[in-house]
Structures are given as C-alpha cells and as structure tokens.
Nanobody, 115 residues
C-alpha cells in the first residue's frame, strides 16, 4: 500500500524560505512521477513541481524560486521554496503516480506566507 507523508509546512514572512518533505512508502520511486500540488482557499488544486527519472517540471508561477529534488533518504522528495510570496499560501500535497494509474495523495501540509 502506497503512503505519502508530508512535513515542513508552517508560517513564514514574504521573501522567506521553507522546505517541504514527502516520505513515501510502498512504491518503487524510479518508475513513477512524484509531484507537489497546492490548493489555495476557494481555488483548484494545481501542480507546482514534479520529478521523474527524466527530469523536473515547474509551474510558471514558481520557476526560479522553487526546487524539487530527491531527498537524501530513500523514497523522499523535497520542495525547497525560496522568495515566498503571499500568493504561495496554500495547502501543499505530495502526489505519486505510475503511468495512467490513479494517483496517491498525502494528507497535505499548510504553508502560510505573511506580509
């Protein structure tokens, strides 16, 4: 059974940094896609960044500020968020998917950016 557990969210001032981590179990990391999504109040959940064995992809809104990477621990993925803006405030979710199979979601972690 696939399980994803996010950590690292919190409250930060605009311009600051946070690092999110996603610990995965029950998966073969290299055969799928790990991604971070976020959902702001009243808005749809959108992809922020994803990583596969072939590389990384970012939403335009976070390019140059966020970096997704495989963690030092096995089956972990991190999201380094720098130069945070008020509009980055959202619940951030880790996601794992293999091909067209239904994705697995973590429980989410709140990121709040204050002025």
């Amino acid at each position: 059974q696939v399980q994803l557990v996010e950590s690292g969210g919190g409250l930060v001032q605009a311009g600051g940094s946070l690092r999110l981590s996603c610990a995965a179990s029950g998966i073969i990391f290299s055969i799928g896609t790990m991604a971070w999504y976020r959902q702001a109040p009243g808005k749809q959940r959108v992809m922020v960044a994803r990583i596969t064995s072939g590389g990384t992809t970012y939403a335009d809104s976070v390019k140059g500020r966020f970096t997704i990477s495989s963690g030092s621990a096995k089956n972990t993925v991190s999201l380094q968020m720098n130069s945070l803006k008020l509009e980055d405030t959202a619940v951030y979710y880790c996601n794992f998917r293999v091909g067209t199979s239904p994705p697995t979601w973590g429980q989410g972690t709140q990121v709040t950016v204050s002025s």
